[in-house]
């Protein structure tokens, strides 16, 4: 069974920092663009990140540039997504997904996306 699956979301401080991993099994990565999103209760799904197959080109929305950071491992087929300086407002769950594309990657909330984890809850709260 092909999926997605997320971890190392939990309850942190603000400052602090978390590192999410985004793990596929039952596929290769290598060939996949993949998407960070996240989404808070009563808000708007977002993407906050994405990371491209080929040359690894990065995307970020303003408000999380400077303090998250994604990346890739093709050999363990994970993506990861290390968040710094976290603050209330990024609480939310978030997930990852993955949509194959030859080149770049893609941050809309819509259509298109050919695999999704189920998402880890991220909170943080003093």
């Known amino acids: 069974q092909s999926q997605l699956v997320e971890s190392g979301g939990g309850l942190v401080q603000p400052g602090g920092s978390l590192r999410l991993s985004c793990a596929a099994s039952?596929?290769?990565?290598?060939?996949?663009?993949i998407t960070w999103f996240r989404q808070a209760p009563g808000k708007e799904r977002e993407g906050v990140s994405c990371?491209?197959?080929?040359?690894?080109?990065?995307y970020y929305a303003d408000s999380v540039k400077g303090r998250f950071t994604i990346s890739r491992d093709n050999a363990k087929n994970t993506v990861y997504l290390q968040m710094n300086s976290l603050k209330p407002e990024d609480t939310a769950v978030y997930r990852c997904?993955?949509?194959?594309?030859?080149?770049?990657?893609?941050?809309?909330?819509?259509?298109?996306?050919?695999?999704w984890g189920q998402g880890t809850q991220v909170t943080v709260s003093s």
């Open positions: 990371i491209s197959s080929s040359d690894h080109t990065t």
């Open positions: 039952g596929f290769t990565l290598d060939y996949y663009a």
């Open positions: 997904a993955a949509e194959r594309l030859v080149q770049g990657c893609n941050s809309h909330s819509g259509p298109g996306y050919d695999y």
